[in-house]
């Protein structure tokens, strides 16, 4: 028995000490912000739990998911987010679904655009508009594809559809694929002077980084400027009312998106939400209502 009495004692000193602890003192349930693989809804994901984590003492978990199960986990979960509604066209359709079961925080950024680009280089006389690529010539320089995303993304509904609605059925392919090996196939086109067309959209870093060009939608499949949205479920602002108007205060400029997004590709999403938040204190205290100077994570 004497030799139990250690263990057992170190369990009782173990209950004890836990049992004093103030239940206040416990930490909150995390709040869950889903991030699919638009670049710009990585980085925002990133600062928002950055900030949410160090002004209010919140913890936040990171959650990788498509779209579609993006929008249905907002609207099923309690505490949770998602920074990257693109609507009114992208996503509209997953919106549609959940919107009375969400609750809409407002844009977080001007300027929101996709369609399909191609390297400034590609003449503009030869393929300026959707329309162009049903010329034989031009397939054939295209090599009768067209570079995508993954295949949940909202972008790549609408270019079946922008395909479908230009006939392009039977003279090209939506190819599947990562952002990252879209932007890599874009990469290599543009170091062997290649044509290629590629699913885009903006704020994205390659648009700093390659000079490219949207083609023209005379149709309006793609529709018109989009804004991107945060959605919360509808109990963080009961369980978190102090987040959740910061998050309703939340906004950046399209060159702030950009700039941090070039950043997010030459380090990471974690360092370039950190360097958002140390070189832009006003803005963080913008948001939270506190001052500016206690707002770096690093402080």
């Known amino acids: 028995m004497k030799r139990f009495l250690p263990v057992l004692m170190t369990a009782v000193f173990a209950a004890m000490s836990l049992s004093s602890v103030p239940a206040a003192a416990a930490q909150a349930e995390p709040i869950r912000i889903y991030v699919d693989e638009y670049a710009e809804g990585q980085v925002m994901s990133h600062v928002a739990k950055q900030v949410i984590e160090t002004t209010y003492d919140v913890p ?59 390297p400034a280089y590609v003449p503009e006389d030869a393929l300026a508009s959707i329309a162009d690529m049903k010329d034989p010539a031009v397939a054939e320089k295209l090599g009768g594809s067209i570079q995508g995303i993954s295949a949940g993304a909202g972008l790549m509904q609408v270019s079946k559809e922008t395909i479908d609605g230009y006939g392009l059925d039977d003279d090209y392919r939506l190819i599947t694929a990562s952002s990252a090996a879209m932007t890599a196939a874009l990469k290599r086109a543009i170091d062997n002077k290649e044509w290629i067309a590629v ?31 945060a959605i919360a479920s509808k109990g963080l602002a009961k369980s978190e009312p102090e987040v959740h108007a910061m998050l309703k205060r939340m906004h950046y400029t399209l060159d702030q998106i950009n700039t941090a997004l070039v950043n997010a590709e030459e380090t990471s999403y974690a360092e370039a939400a950190q360097t958002f938040i140390d070189e832009h204190p006003d803005v963080i ?3 939270t209502g506190r001052g500016a100077q206690n707002q770096s994570a690093g402080n």
């Open 199 to 229: 699913t885009a959209w903006s704020p994205h870093w390659m648009w700093e980084r390659f000079d490219l060009r949207y083609l023209d939608d005379p149709k309006g499949v793609l529709g018109g400027r989009e804004h991107v949205d």
């Open 285 to 287: 205290a913008e948001w």
């Open 60 to 118: 936040v978990e990171l959650k990788m998911v498509a779209v579609g199960p993006a929008f249905l986990g907002v609207a099923n979960d309690d505490r949770s987010l998602f920074l990257v509604a693109w609507l009114p066209r992208t996503h509209g359709a997953y919106m549609d679904r959940v919107g009375d079961d969400v609750d809409n925080l407002g844009e977080l950024f001007d300027g929101a655009r996709l369609g399909w680009a191609v």
